[in-house]
């Protein structure tokens, strides 16, 4: 009986230290996301949808957890006192609808550039990420380009998925309409991003002295590399409602799963489809 119980007792331990090291390794290979929403020009009423979007998807799928933050302390790899993190601790950086010219100085843009560029971690860039920071050329050539107005407004937008099975835009169809603010983008060309959505440029009213892109192409989202981070934008996302339709938010959610590694999708660039 004596020898029953020893062994009932190490085989219970044994268990219990198994679940812990289980329990352990999955914490261990959970990802660490940082969210930005500082806003230094337009402040969108979306921002905190978004950022709580994300650290929901997080949550909820518990692939990740989220770091929200509505300043830039964290974008450095100085060492932070108070426990604070720095990039070295974090896999993605999302930018959540930021404008203007960030609180960064010349070594923390150093910092971030190296973080995606160098180190192969992940960007994703919501919406009004692309009206950031226009006096930082690396910024712009890591994201793809800069915002130039948005012709249309928010408007019934007549988009056309290019994305074959790229992960965060499969599940849209062909052909749809979404109620949002898509954004005209300079210093952005189609050969140097793999075009995701863009507007059917046949159903766009062009009598408008705020379209500036005579060949009328108007990306909607796009998959890039910069460096060796991969690197993903959408101008989806504007108004609160975007991140209720569960298209959009699928998106972002795979878009952040790539971003990080998890999935695999094409950045080659291609011809108008």
């Not at 812990?20 to 230094?40: E, P, R």
């Not at 226009?134 to 793809?144: A, D, T």
């Not at 130039?148 to 998925?161: K, R, V």
Request: net charge neutral.
């Amino acid at each position: 009986m004596r020898l029953t119980r020893v062994l009932i007792t190490i085989l219970v331990a044994g268990a219990l230290t198994t679940g812990q090291l289980v329990a352990q390794t999955a914490a261990q290979k959970k990802k660490h996301v940082l969210v930005i929403g500082q806003t230094k020009g337009f402040q969108h009423d979306s921002v905190s949808d978004a950022m709580g979007s994300i650290w929901k998807m997080g949550m909820d799928s518990d692939l990740w957890t989220t770091y929200i933050r509505t300043d830039t302390q964290l974008l450095t790899k100085a060492k932070l006192g108070g426990n604070a993190k720095n990039l070295d601790y974090f896999d993605l950086l999302v930018f959540a609808s930021t404008t203007g010219e960030m609180d960064l100085t010349d070594d923390q843009k150093k910092d971030m550039m190296s973080f995606i560029h160098d180190e192969g971690k992940g960007f994703v860039g919501i919406h009004a990420a692309l009206d950031t920071n226009y006096k930082w050329p690396e910024y712009g050539e890591m994201i793809g380009g800069w915002f130039d107005q948005h012709p249309w407004g928010t408007f019934q937008a007549p988009i056309l998925n290019e994305g074959g099975n790229f992960p965060a835009t499969a599940h849209f169809p062909r052909s749809m309409v979404k109620k949002d603010e898509i954004y005209q983008a300079k210093a952005w060309s189609r050969d140097k991003v793999n075009v995701l959505l863009r507007l059917d440029e046949t159903k766009l009213d062009y009598n408008n002295p705020r379209v500036h892109r005579e060949d009328h192409d108007f990306g909607v989202a796009w998959s890039k590399m910069y460096g060796k981070g991969r690197v993903f934008y959408s101008t989806l996302g504007h108004t609160n409602e975007a991140w209720k339709d569960p298209e959009i938010y699928k998106m972002y959610f795979e878009a952040c799963k790539w971003a990080m590694g998890m999935t695999e999708g094409s950045t080659a660039s291609h011809a108008r489809q």
